[in-house]
């Protein structure tokens, strides 16, 4: 145990807690992830501090003997049925001050947490051969999925190729597309085709699954809404009204030239009509006159999910780096 580390469970986060967070992100992410943008202050202070969808967070910070920070440990707590056996861990220890127990110290607090709350299942997310899977492997996570994570630079896409992906027919359905909250219509149909997601590949994880309907789904768009984000959704519509497939892309709050890949999925009595293709380079379409500031966007996507690596491929994305889901089936006390 490393007597000159204190551990500190963060119950209001104040601007300079945001500020210290931030400081230990950059550093870990600088080091371990040097492709990927780190989040600004703005917007830690806005995860740290703004309600999330269907959970709530719990947050410790590390300090050296001088005070200053050094590890910082976040903890969601999943509330919904279907997913109140699980919590995220997100962990960082400031690179100049590793391997002197840091980590497992605060570890060791975020597992009672999962305890007192009776969650059987801890998942974190750690770049391949990193330190953050040594550390896992340590602790007794197992790994549960392996992610490949891909980007598409939109100054070097294949335009016409998307163009055409974009404009081929599909017979009985048709594109439409809206930001932040579904409109009234869609929304029951879109709620329905949101549980679509739910027989992703999800490998050995223990994650549960979530019923979506049109409150869930008005919710989810606020809560975006409110942490500052923007959520463009692209959506192909059956003739009979049913939403048979969607994807959605988050704009980051601060005009970040990256953009993420939330869902993309097809409903199964759609598949296998190219529509997954189709909405997808519609929405590259889209961003391309809408918001062509974004010039790349970054995706995840289960090693294993052929059909959608296929089409991510189709559309240009690239891998450019892995990571694995470990997971810790939590200890009884
Ligand atoms: C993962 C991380 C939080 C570990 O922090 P830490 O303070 O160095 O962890 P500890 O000192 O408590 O390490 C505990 C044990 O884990 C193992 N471990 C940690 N880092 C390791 C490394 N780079 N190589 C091999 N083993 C390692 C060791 O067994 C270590 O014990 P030891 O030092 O006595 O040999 C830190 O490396 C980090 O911030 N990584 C980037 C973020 C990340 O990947 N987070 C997700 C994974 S939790």
């Known amino acids: 145990m490393p007597e000159h580390i204190h ?3 963060l119950h209001d986060v104040l601007p300079a ?11 870990s992410m600088l080091h371990d992830l040097p492709d990927v943008p ?3 202050p703005e917007q830690i202070h806005t995860q740290l501090t703004q309600p999330t969808l269907n959970s709530h967070r719990l947050t410790w910070m590390a300090t050296g003997r001088d005070g200053r920070p050094v590890g910082v440990a976040g903890l969601r ?3 919904s049925p279907g997913r109140d056996h699980l919590a995220e861990l997100e962990l960082h220890v400031d690179p100049a001050h590793r391997r002197q127990g840091t980590g497992s110290l605060l570890l060791s607090a975020v597992v009672a947490a999962c305890r007192a709350e009776n969650r059987r299942s801890l998942i974190v997310e750690a770049a391949a051969d990193s330190p953050g899977e040594a550390f896992c492997e340590k602790e007794n996570f197992r790994q549960a999925l392996a992610l490949d994570h891909l980007i598409l630079h939109l100054d070097r896409l294949d335009a016409s190729a998307v163009l055409q992906a974009a404009e081929a027919e ?14 009234d219509t869609l929304a029951a149909a879109f709620a329905t085709a949101k549980n679509a997601m739910n027989d992703m590949p999800v490998g050995d994880l223990d994650y549960g699954t979530v019923t979506w309907d049109a409150a869930r789904v008005r919710t989810m768009a606020q809560v975006v809404a409110d942490r500052g984000d ?16 969607y994807t959605e892309i988050l704009l980051p709050q601060g005009a970040s030239p990256r953009a993420q890949q939330y869902d993309t999925a097809v409903v199964p009595a759609h598949r296998g009509h190219g529509l997954g293709l189709w909405v997808k380079a519609a929405m590259l379409r889209r961003l391309h006159t809408e918001h062509p500031g974004v010039i790349e966007i970054e995706t995840d996507c289960a090693e294993d ?13 690239r891998s450019y780096r892995r990571t ?3 997971q810790l089936d939590v200890p009884a006390s």
């Open 324 to 326: 694995r889901e470990f």
């Open 230 to 245: 923007t959520l463009l959704t692209l959506a192909a519509v059956h003739d009979d009204g049913t939403v048979a497939g």
């Open 17 to 27: 807690d945001a500020a210290a967070w931030h400081q230990v992100i950059s550093a």
């Open 305 to 317: 999910n052929v059909h959608m690596l296929a089409v991510n491929h189709a559309l240009g994305f």
């Open 7 to 9: 551990l500190t469970a």
């Open 77 to 79: 707590m999943f509330t």
């Open 38 to 40: 780190p989040p600004g």
């Open 170 to 183: 599909h017979p009985g359905y048709w594109l439409t597309g809206w930001t932040g909250t579904v409109p």
